[in-house]
């Protein structure tokens, strides 16, 4: 999705997205989770929508490395946080606790493509290295699957030294245990909706198949990647 195109441009990843976050209301306030949980998915919603309409084209290179550099800071704020069992990744904002990488990496990873070489190649450099120490298997799945459609079929040392810090990050947290436990609302919620039922399992499904595939047929026109 380009950053820039305007509320018609982005509509069509915008209401997938919408679908997705309004199923996980449902689930959420139908099983009692914590109302800051729907306030902050709200908010995030919200912002998603004012992000997709911003201008990113007419940062130009200096803007482009000042904002990876205050994503990459907000990323490595959860490193300063007193963490649970050696992970580090949320970012403390009040009584509200943010996962960093769910709330950056998206962001981080647009303007890593919109950057050039070598303002990339630190960022995402840099972004692994948070990344391995926070560390998240999830997020560092999404960081690795970013990284490859940002540098596509590497082809230069800049895009192979990107390349193998995902595929380290990947090692690191996939070899680290993970002694926290699943979360029903977070890391649990598919296997939550299947005991709970099958119309809230097909409906959770349905909404993240719409989620990732949706803005996947406006990739050719919106993306900023492609």
């Not at 306030?39 to 990876?68: E, I, Q, S, W, Y």
């Not at 948070?130 to 490859?148: E, K, S, Y």
């Amino acid at each position: 999705m380009r950053a820039g195109v305007g509320p018609s441009g982005a509509l069509l990843p915008l209401i997938s997205l919408s679908i997705a976050v309004c199923a996980g209301f449902g689930w959420m306030y139908a099983y009692g989770a914590p109302v800051t949980y729907l306030v902050v998915n709200a908010a995030a919603l919200v912002f998603a929508a004012t992000l997709a309409c911003l201008p990113l084209r007419v940062l130009g290179p200096t803007g482009l490395m000042a904002t990876g550099i205050v994503l990459l800071a907000i990323l490595a704020g959860s490193l300063a946080s007193g963490g649970a069992d050696g992970v580090h990744r949320w970012i403390a904002i009040g009584p509200l606790r943010l996962h960093a990488g769910m709330l950056v990496l998206p962001a981080l990873l647009i303007v890593a493509a919109r950057s050039r070489e070598l303002p990339r190649t630190l960022l995402l450099i840099a972004s692994a290295v948070v990344l391995a120490a926070q560390p998240d298997r999830g997020t560092a799945v999404a960081f690795a699957l970013g990284c490859a459609a940002v540098i596509g079929k590497p082809r230069k040392l800049a895009g192979y030294a990107i390349s193998a810090s995902a595929a380290a990050v990947l090692i690191v947290t996939w070899i680290r245990p993970d002694h926290l436990q699943p979360v029903i609302f977070v890391e649990n919620v598919l296997a939550a909706a299947r005991q709970a039922g099958g119309i809230w399992l097909a409906a959770l499904t349905l909404a993240l198949v719409v989620a990732v595939v949706g803005p996947l047929f406006s990739r050719a026109r919106y993306s900023p990647i492609l």
